[in-house]
């Protein structure tokens, strides 16, 4: 139990996927210009690092190990991922339009994300057990939104301030990611004493 | 190199997107949603602009909603033109709504003496958090422009710091431009319409002629000419009903402050406005 909130606690706010691992930057500053656009993609980021994380456990548990094939890991997770992201869309689409309508285009988005792909390839090298897994991915998952939703409340005030026509857009946008992934960097050496 | 990895890792992977495969397409059988085809139909008379000027987020919405018989079939702005087409995929009869265009209710504009030299950025918005604007006026348009920024048709241009003007064979009477204004100076009003008062505020005459060289003094004048009772004074602000008003004009005449303006001279006395 207590390793599970170890791994959960640092993959949140320790080793942040956004902040600290630099993964997943392109919806982290795509989509964070509105505030509930942000909800929206934090809870399908959440969503397909749980299940991405649980269904490649298994696969690399029972398929690559077995036959020594650890190698085929990037490539067979990529393909086994984007089938499965597609496969649950259609299911919600069928089963609950309300939960399509809520995560709706952000799901296929991020179906490729690096951050998805990195949550898997780091449950393996670090040798979580299965409970492991999912608490990390689940947990990746919630780190994400919690950086994208600040992320998203700071550029919506500075939509109102006089940024340089030289800083606009982008460029501030990324100081801004640069400054929190400093603050972040703060919690570093939160286990070690 | 051993040949047997290569012949595993292939069988593997290849299998694994073969499966993947299958899987999917079997799926897509299984979980396919069926959609009513008059949405498809709907949306491709619709224009496409997703302005929300219907209530819907966007115009496929608005066709689903159609189609569902939970939604109007005439509250579509551009619609109009294709009204009988609409009628004919939903097969029932539709009646289109009146047309109707933004008009900005003030006329100060750079003659509505200022409190302060605002120097900020040039948004409404913005402006507004400084005390609620520069203008002694309290209800007047700040000019900067946050309308024609929001405007998905054009049909708005700044004027210095003067009311925006509006383009009327561009606007299509969304509204979206209402909702944006903070001051809530801009209107709907049918498109037939030659009237408008524009004068926003409900300041009375007096306190009026010091703020403002063109606004509207709340005199009456133009209430006692008009013939079809279609203009009455709620306060100190002058309300016109349009659904009474004759376009005849007399009240333009009559204005001493030249504060009702004649947005549509063609219309001249051409019978009630808004059925």
Known sequence: ?193 | MNAEVVVVSLVILGGVGLLCGVLLAVASRVFAVKTDPRIEALEKILPGGNCGGCGFPSCHAYAQSMVEGSAEPNRCVLGADNIDDISKILGKEVVAAESRVAAIKCCGGNTALKRFDYDGLPSCRVALLYGGGDRLCEQSCLGFGDCVDVCPFGALSRAGRDAPRVDRDKCTGCGICTKTCPKGVIVLIPRRARTLVACNSDEKGKGMRKICETGCIGCGRCVKVCPEDALSLEGNRVRVDYSRCTNCGLCIEECLRKTIKDLNPSERASGVVNQ
């Open chain 1, 1 to 193: 139990m207590e390793r599970l909130l170890i791994v959960l606690f640092s993959v949140i706010l320790i080793n942040n996927f956004v902040l600290a691992r630099f993964l997943g930057l392109c919806p982290f500053l795509g989509v964070s210009r509105e505030f509930k656009s942000s909800l929206s993609m934090g809870a399908a980021v959440i969503f397909v690092m749980t299940l991405a994380s649980t269904c490649t456990w298994f696969i690399q548990r029972y398929l690559l190990i077995p036959y020594r094939v650890e190698f085929l890991q990037t490539i067979v997770f990529i393909l086994v991922i984007a089938a499965l992201v597609q496969f649950v869309e259609m299911v919600i689409q069928k089963v609950s339009p309300v939960l399509q309508k809520a995560l709706g285009i952000y799901l296929p988005l991020i179906t490729t994300n690096c951050a998805v792909l990195g949550v898997c390839l780091l449950n393996i090298r670090e040798e979580y057990t299965l409970l492991e897994t999912i608490v990390h991915g689940a947990g990746g998952g919630v780190g994400f939104t919690l950086a994208i939703l600040i992320m998203a409340g700071i550029r919506e005030r500075l939509a109102l301030g006089k940024v340089p026509s030289c800083m606009q857009g982008f460029p501030i946008s990324f100081i801004i990611a640069c400054l929190m992934a400093l603050s972040f960097f703060g919690f570093q050496g939160f286990f070690s004493h």
